[in-house]
């Protein structure tokens, strides 16, 4: 299940962080790379960014969850975007989403934006914007089994990126 960020699930939460950098892969969504070791801060910091407080200049305001096992264990997270800018037209897209590595091919990427898909409608989204790096077949993966349709591709800093909409119904 997707919940808000919590001082009941910071243990859960940094055992996740702590295997996905002894892995070396890169943390995503974002805010898995800002800094947690002042935990009630973080949690401000998660909590400013809902609410669209103290917003850096290109940033937009955002929902950030966590995706929770039955045993409480954080397999993921993901950020949803309010809004879209122009930077996040091109790469980012409306929704940010991550699993740990030990999860990774068991499915829970595909339900974790399941879920985020029904929140996303409840912010009154219509359709999301979904982007992946080309090379990156599992994030375009979940997105197709999510009812992805490929708009196009480009190329973003010397990146291929996919961009994908998805229709909420």
């Not at 068991?106 to 359709?127: D, F, V, W």
């Not at 375009?140 to 996919?162: F, M, P, S």
Request: some cysteine; charged content about 25%.
């Amino acid at each position: 299940m997707l919940i808000e960020p919590s001082t009941e699930y910071k243990n859960e939460y940094i055992e996740m962080l702590e295997e996905w950098r002894d892995t070396g892969e890169h943390l995503v969504p974002f805010v898995l790379r800002y800094d947690h070791t002042d935990f009630e801060s973080f949690l401000e910091q998660i909590d400013n960014l809902k609410k669209g407080v103290g917003l850096k200049v290109g940033t937009v305001s955002s929902s950030t969850y966590w995706f929770i096992s039955q045993e409480r264990k954080v397999i993921g997270a993901v950020n949803m975007r309010h809004s879209l800018n122009d930077r996040l037209l091109q790469m980012g897209g409306h929704i940010g989403f991550g699993v740990r590595p030990s999860m990774l091919l068991k499915g829970y990427a595909t339900e974790l934006l399941r879920q985020s898909l029904i929140k996303a409608r409840e912010m009154n989204h219509s359709r999301v914007l979904l982007t992946c790096d080309k090379d990156n077949h599992g994030s375009a993966k979940t997105i197709v089994n999510n009812g992805g349709i490929l708009d196009y591709v480009d190329v973003v800093t010397g990146t291929e990126i996919q961009r994908y909409w998805i229709e909420i119904k």
